[in-house]
Protein backbone atom coordinates (compact mmCIF):
# COMPACT_ATOMS: atom_id res chain seq x y z
CA UNK A 1 0.00 0.00 0.00
CA UNK A 2 3.05 2.34 0.67
CA UNK A 3 4.12 1.78 -2.73
CA UNK A 4 1.30 2.47 -4.31
CA UNK A 5 0.37 5.70 -1.89
CA UNK A 6 4.14 6.83 -3.00
CA UNK A 7 3.21 6.41 -6.77
CA UNK A 8 0.07 8.08 -6.78
CA UNK A 9 1.31 10.98 -4.73
CA UNK A 10 4.37 11.31 -7.20
CA UNK A 11 1.98 12.04 -9.85
CA UNK A 12 -0.46 12.97 -8.56
CA UNK A 13 -1.34 16.33 -11.00
CA UNK A 14 -1.06 13.84 -13.65
CA UNK A 15 -3.86 11.77 -12.80
CA UNK A 16 -6.07 14.37 -11.92
CA UNK A 17 -5.35 16.23 -15.38
CA UNK A 18 -5.95 12.69 -17.22
CA UNK A 19 -9.32 12.48 -15.03
CA UNK A 20 -10.24 15.88 -16.08
CA UNK A 21 -9.28 15.62 -19.79
CA UNK A 22 -11.46 12.45 -19.93
CA UNK A 23 -14.80 13.84 -18.26
CA UNK A 24 -14.22 16.94 -20.25
CA UNK A 25 -14.02 15.33 -23.81
CA UNK A 26 -15.80 11.87 -23.25
CA UNK A 27 -18.42 13.39 -20.17
CA UNK A 28 -20.42 10.57 -20.83
CA UNK A 29 -17.60 8.37 -18.82
CA UNK A 30 -18.28 10.20 -15.81
CA UNK A 31 -22.16 10.96 -15.67
CA UNK A 32 -22.53 8.58 -13.23
CA UNK A 33 -20.78 10.05 -10.49
CA UNK A 34 -23.63 12.53 -8.82
CA UNK A 35 -23.08 16.05 -8.61
CA UNK A 36 -24.85 15.29 -4.99
CA UNK A 37 -21.91 13.47 -4.18
CA UNK A 38 -19.49 16.26 -4.00
CA UNK A 39 -20.12 17.26 -0.69
CA UNK A 40 -19.77 13.80 0.89
CA UNK A 41 -16.53 13.47 -1.67
CA UNK A 42 -14.90 16.80 -0.40
CA UNK A 43 -16.09 15.66 3.46
CA UNK A 44 -13.90 12.32 3.25
CA UNK A 45 -11.06 14.80 1.89
CA UNK A 46 -11.27 16.64 4.92
CA UNK A 47 -11.90 14.01 7.38
CA UNK A 48 -8.65 11.79 5.89
CA UNK A 49 -6.91 15.29 6.55
CA UNK A 50 -7.81 15.33 10.18
CA UNK A 51 -6.70 11.76 10.76
CA UNK A 52 -3.12 13.15 9.79
CA UNK A 53 -3.40 15.65 11.91
CA UNK A 54 -2.70 16.32 15.92
CA UNK A 55 -3.55 18.82 18.63
CA UNK A 56 0.70 19.61 18.49
CA UNK A 57 0.29 20.90 14.55
CA UNK A 58 -1.49 23.77 16.24
CA UNK A 59 1.63 24.56 18.44
CA UNK A 60 3.81 26.71 15.77
CA UNK A 61 0.75 29.21 16.00
CA UNK A 62 2.04 29.82 19.62
CA UNK A 63 5.99 29.28 19.10
CA UNK A 64 5.77 31.38 15.74
CA UNK A 65 2.59 33.46 16.03
CA UNK A 66 3.75 36.51 13.96
CA UNK A 67 4.46 33.92 11.21
CA UNK A 68 0.84 32.42 11.05
CA UNK A 69 -1.07 35.82 11.34
CA UNK A 70 0.90 37.87 7.94
CA UNK A 71 0.01 34.69 5.93
CA UNK A 72 -3.34 33.97 7.07
CA UNK A 73 -4.09 37.76 6.43
CA UNK A 74 -2.41 37.58 2.98
CA UNK A 75 -4.26 34.42 2.24
CA UNK A 76 -7.83 36.25 3.01
CA UNK A 77 -6.76 39.77 1.64
CA UNK A 78 -4.19 38.71 -1.35
CA UNK A 79 -6.41 35.66 -3.27
CA UNK A 80 -9.62 37.49 -2.76
CA UNK A 81 -8.36 41.12 -4.11
CA UNK A 82 -6.89 39.22 -7.33
CA UNK A 83 -9.99 36.74 -7.95
CA UNK A 84 -12.10 40.12 -7.81
CA UNK A 85 -9.82 42.43 -10.13
CA UNK A 86 -9.01 39.73 -12.64
CA UNK A 87 -13.09 38.65 -13.36
CA UNK A 88 -13.92 42.74 -13.83
CA UNK A 89 -10.94 43.14 -15.83
CA UNK A 90 -11.46 40.49 -17.94
CA UNK A 91 -15.14 41.19 -17.77
CA UNK A 92 -17.24 38.02 -16.54
CA UNK A 93 -20.24 36.93 -16.38
CA UNK A 94 -21.94 37.03 -12.94
CA UNK A 95 -21.80 33.28 -13.16
CA UNK A 96 -18.17 32.70 -14.04
CA UNK A 97 -17.09 36.18 -11.30
CA UNK A 98 -18.80 34.35 -8.19
CA UNK A 99 -16.89 31.08 -9.19
CA UNK A 100 -13.32 33.19 -9.58
CA UNK A 101 -14.14 34.97 -5.99
CA UNK A 102 -14.92 31.79 -4.41
CA UNK A 103 -11.92 30.06 -5.31
CA UNK A 104 -10.35 33.46 -3.88
CA UNK A 105 -11.97 33.57 -0.77
CA UNK A 106 -11.55 29.78 0.24
CA UNK A 107 -8.55 28.83 2.61
CA UNK A 108 -5.41 27.58 1.10
CA UNK A 109 -5.81 23.99 -0.11
CA UNK A 110 -5.09 20.89 1.75
CA UNK A 111 -2.42 20.11 -0.96
CA UNK A 112 -0.06 22.96 -0.05
CA UNK A 113 1.54 20.80 2.90
CA UNK A 114 2.54 17.97 0.30
CA UNK A 115 3.94 20.80 -2.44
CA UNK A 116 5.82 22.78 0.91
CA UNK A 117 7.36 19.46 1.65
CA UNK A 118 8.25 18.55 -1.18
CA UNK A 119 9.27 21.76 -1.86
CA UNK A 120 12.11 21.74 1.06
CA UNK A 121 9.79 24.42 2.72
CA UNK A 122 8.65 25.23 6.28
CA UNK A 123 6.12 22.43 6.28
CA UNK A 124 5.44 23.16 10.02
CA UNK A 125 4.54 26.69 9.36
CA UNK A 126 2.29 25.44 6.10
CA UNK A 127 0.25 22.70 8.67
CA UNK A 128 -0.66 26.00 11.14
CA UNK A 129 -1.70 28.69 8.29
CA UNK A 130 -3.81 25.62 6.32
CA UNK A 131 -5.07 24.76 9.67
CA UNK A 132 -6.07 28.12 11.42
CA UNK A 133 -7.40 29.56 7.96
CA UNK A 134 -9.43 26.17 7.65
CA UNK A 135 -10.82 26.87 10.87
CA UNK A 136 -11.07 31.20 10.06
CA UNK A 137 -13.25 30.05 6.88
CA UNK A 138 -16.60 29.66 8.23
CA UNK A 139 -16.64 33.09 8.89
CA UNK A 140 -14.24 34.96 6.66
CA UNK A 141 -15.22 33.00 3.51
CA UNK A 142 -18.95 34.29 3.53
CA UNK A 143 -18.01 37.58 5.13
CA UNK A 144 -15.77 37.79 2.40
CA UNK A 145 -17.94 36.46 -0.62
CA UNK A 146 -20.54 39.14 0.53
CA UNK A 147 -17.35 42.05 0.35
CA UNK A 148 -16.97 41.84 -3.07
CA UNK A 149 -20.04 39.87 -4.75
CA UNK A 150 -23.09 42.18 -2.82
CA UNK A 151 -23.58 44.78 -5.96
CA UNK A 152 -23.73 41.27 -8.22
CA UNK A 153 -25.70 39.04 -6.83
CA UNK A 154 -27.37 37.77 -3.28
CA UNK A 155 -24.93 36.00 -1.52
CA UNK A 156 -26.34 33.72 0.94
CA UNK A 157 -23.89 34.20 3.96
CA UNK A 158 -25.89 31.80 6.05
CA UNK A 159 -26.15 28.94 4.01
CA UNK A 160 -22.23 29.15 2.80
CA UNK A 161 -21.17 29.38 6.47
CA UNK A 162 -23.40 26.04 7.31
CA UNK A 163 -22.12 24.63 4.27
CA UNK A 164 -17.95 25.57 5.50
CA UNK A 165 -18.81 23.88 9.20
CA UNK A 166 -20.70 20.76 7.76
CA UNK A 167 -18.13 20.20 5.05
CA UNK A 168 -14.71 21.24 6.48
CA UNK A 169 -14.96 22.06 10.21
CA UNK A 170 -16.75 18.68 11.42
CA UNK A 171 -15.02 16.00 9.08
CA UNK A 172 -11.56 17.58 10.34
CA UNK A 173 -12.87 17.85 14.01
CA UNK A 174 -13.69 14.11 13.88
CA UNK A 175 -10.64 13.14 12.20
CA UNK A 176 -8.52 15.06 14.88
CA UNK A 177 -10.30 13.18 17.69
CA UNK A 178 -10.39 9.91 16.51
CA UNK A 179 -6.50 10.10 16.00
CA UNK A 180 -6.14 11.63 19.51
CA UNK A 181 -7.93 8.60 20.58
CA UNK A 182 -6.99 5.55 18.55
CA UNK A 183 -3.85 7.28 17.35
CA UNK A 184 -2.12 3.38 17.06
CA UNK A 185 -4.74 2.45 14.47
CA UNK A 186 -4.63 5.92 12.83
CA UNK A 187 -1.08 5.10 12.40
CA UNK A 188 -1.63 1.99 10.43
CA UNK A 189 -4.11 3.59 8.14
CA UNK A 190 -2.22 6.64 7.01
CA UNK A 191 -0.79 4.71 3.94
CA UNK A 192 -4.07 4.21 2.41
CA UNK A 193 -5.09 8.03 3.30
CA UNK A 194 -3.47 9.16 -0.09
CA UNK A 195 -4.98 6.57 -2.09
CA UNK A 196 -8.80 7.69 -0.64
CA UNK A 197 -8.18 11.27 -0.56
CA UNK A 198 -6.71 11.89 -4.32
CA UNK A 199 -9.59 8.93 -5.43
CA UNK A 200 -11.86 11.37 -3.93
CA UNK A 201 -10.36 14.56 -5.17
CA UNK A 202 -10.41 12.66 -8.91
CA UNK A 203 -14.06 11.72 -8.10
CA UNK A 204 -14.68 15.49 -7.53
CA UNK A 205 -12.68 16.85 -10.35
CA UNK A 206 -14.86 14.69 -12.69
CA UNK A 207 -17.97 15.12 -11.22
CA UNK A 208 -17.86 18.47 -11.80
CA UNK A 209 -15.71 18.52 -15.20
CA UNK A 210 -18.45 15.79 -17.01
CA UNK A 211 -21.86 17.54 -15.95
CA UNK A 212 -20.99 20.62 -16.93
CA UNK A 213 -18.26 20.25 -20.13
CA UNK A 214 -20.65 22.11 -22.46
CA UNK A 215 -20.26 25.35 -20.33
CA UNK A 216 -16.00 24.72 -19.85
CA UNK A 217 -16.04 24.31 -23.24
CA UNK A 218 -18.33 27.09 -24.25
CA UNK A 219 -16.13 29.52 -22.09
CA UNK A 220 -13.30 29.58 -24.12
CA UNK A 221 -9.87 30.37 -22.80
CA UNK A 222 -10.90 32.91 -20.68
CA UNK A 223 -11.40 30.91 -17.36
CA UNK A 224 -8.61 29.19 -18.41
CA UNK A 225 -6.33 31.79 -18.65
CA UNK A 226 -7.62 33.59 -15.36
CA UNK A 227 -7.18 30.62 -13.37
CA UNK A 228 -3.64 30.41 -14.28
CA UNK A 229 -3.13 34.11 -13.64
CA UNK A 230 -5.14 34.02 -10.20
CA UNK A 231 -3.14 30.55 -9.03
CA UNK A 232 0.40 32.20 -10.44
CA UNK A 233 0.25 35.75 -8.89
CA UNK A 234 -0.85 34.55 -5.47
CA UNK A 235 2.31 32.08 -5.58
CA UNK A 236 4.36 35.69 -6.64
CA UNK A 237 2.43 37.80 -4.57
CA UNK A 238 3.33 34.89 -1.73
CA UNK A 239 7.19 34.96 -2.22
CA UNK A 240 7.15 38.74 -2.58
CA UNK A 241 5.15 38.76 1.17
CA UNK A 242 7.91 36.96 2.82
CA UNK A 243 10.41 38.96 0.99
CA UNK A 244 9.08 41.98 2.20
CA UNK A 245 8.68 40.27 6.28
CA UNK A 246 12.58 39.21 5.37
CA UNK A 247 11.64 35.63 5.85
CA UNK A 248 14.00 32.63 5.28
CA UNK A 249 13.69 30.80 2.12
CA UNK A 250 11.72 27.95 3.48
CA UNK A 251 9.45 30.14 5.16
CA UNK A 252 8.82 32.34 2.02
CA UNK A 253 7.89 28.75 -0.13
CA UNK A 254 5.53 27.92 2.61
CA UNK A 255 3.66 31.45 2.20
CA UNK A 256 3.79 31.35 -1.29
CA UNK A 257 2.69 27.83 -1.96
CA UNK A 258 -0.15 28.73 0.35
CA UNK A 259 -1.57 31.40 -0.82
CA UNK A 260 -1.77 30.22 -4.17
CA UNK A 261 -2.80 26.77 -3.97
CA UNK A 262 -6.39 26.70 -2.77
CA UNK A 263 -9.30 25.00 -1.52
CA UNK A 264 -10.96 24.76 -4.95
CA UNK A 265 -12.94 21.88 -4.19
CA UNK A 266 -14.62 23.79 -1.25
CA UNK A 267 -15.11 26.02 -4.12
CA UNK A 268 -16.87 24.39 -6.21
CA UNK A 269 -19.15 23.06 -3.44
CA UNK A 270 -20.06 26.27 -2.09
CA UNK A 271 -21.10 27.34 -6.14
CA UNK A 272 -23.50 24.53 -5.54
CA UNK A 273 -25.18 24.78 -2.54
CA UNK A 274 -25.02 28.63 -2.00
CA UNK A 275 -25.49 29.64 -5.61
CA UNK A 276 -27.72 26.50 -6.95
CA UNK A 277 -28.87 29.05 -10.06
CA UNK A 278 -25.56 29.87 -11.18
CA UNK A 279 -24.36 26.23 -12.94
CA UNK A 280 -21.10 28.36 -14.24
CA UNK A 281 -19.95 29.00 -11.23
CA UNK A 282 -18.64 26.10 -10.37
CA UNK A 283 -16.45 26.31 -13.09
CA UNK A 284 -13.55 27.65 -12.02
CA UNK A 285 -13.61 25.55 -9.29
CA UNK A 286 -13.20 23.00 -11.01
CA UNK A 287 -10.50 24.10 -13.54
CA UNK A 288 -8.75 25.18 -10.17
CA UNK A 289 -8.60 21.75 -8.96
CA UNK A 290 -7.03 20.55 -11.91
CA UNK A 291 -4.51 23.37 -12.82
CA UNK A 292 -2.76 24.19 -9.07
CA UNK A 293 -1.66 20.49 -8.64
CA UNK A 294 0.06 20.71 -11.93
CA UNK A 295 1.61 24.01 -11.07
CA UNK A 296 2.60 23.07 -7.70
CA UNK A 297 3.92 20.17 -8.55
CA UNK A 298 6.26 22.19 -11.52
CA UNK A 299 6.72 25.06 -8.12
CA UNK A 300 7.98 22.17 -5.93
CA UNK A 301 10.55 21.29 -8.57
CA UNK A 302 11.73 24.80 -8.87
CA UNK A 303 12.10 25.54 -5.00
CA UNK A 304 13.90 21.99 -4.41
CA UNK A 305 16.68 23.93 -6.13
CA UNK A 306 16.67 27.25 -3.71
CA UNK A 307 19.40 26.53 -1.10
CA UNK A 308 19.42 28.25 2.21
CA UNK A 309 22.79 29.71 3.77
CA UNK A 310 22.98 26.81 6.11
CA UNK A 311 22.65 24.39 2.76
CA UNK A 312 24.77 26.30 0.77
CA UNK A 313 27.41 26.09 3.04
CA UNK A 314 27.02 22.23 3.09
CA UNK A 315 26.70 21.87 -0.71
CA UNK A 316 29.57 24.43 -1.74
CA UNK A 317 30.90 22.05 -3.72
CA UNK A 318 27.84 20.25 -5.45
CA UNK A 319 26.46 24.02 -6.07
CA UNK A 320 29.55 25.09 -7.48
CA UNK A 321 30.23 22.17 -9.81
CA UNK A 322 26.40 22.38 -11.01
CA UNK A 323 27.26 25.73 -11.47
CA UNK A 324 30.74 25.02 -13.77
CA UNK A 325 28.09 22.32 -15.82
CA UNK A 326 25.85 24.76 -16.93
CA UNK A 327 28.18 27.88 -17.45
CA UNK A 328 29.48 24.81 -19.79
CA UNK A 329 26.39 24.22 -21.79
Same mark, same amino acid.
Given at each position: ?73 ? #? ?89 ? #? ?94 ? #? ?67
Amino acid at each position: MKKVSDFIGKYMAWIVLAIAALALFLPKSCLWIKTEWVNYLLMIVMFGMGLTMKLSDFAVVFKRPKDVIIGCLA #QFIVMPLLAFALGKIFGLSNELLVGVVLVGTCPGGTSSNVITFLSKGDTAMSVGMTSVNTLLAPILTPALTYLYLRTSVDVDVKAMFISIV #QVVIIPIGLGILINKLFGKYTEKAKDALPVVSVTAICLIVATVVSHNSEKILSTGLIVFVIVILHNLLGYACGFLIGMIFKMDIPRKKAVAIEIGM #QNSGLATSLAGTAFPDMAMATVPGAIFSVWHNISGAILAAIFRSFYTPEEIEENKDDIENKSEEQNEE
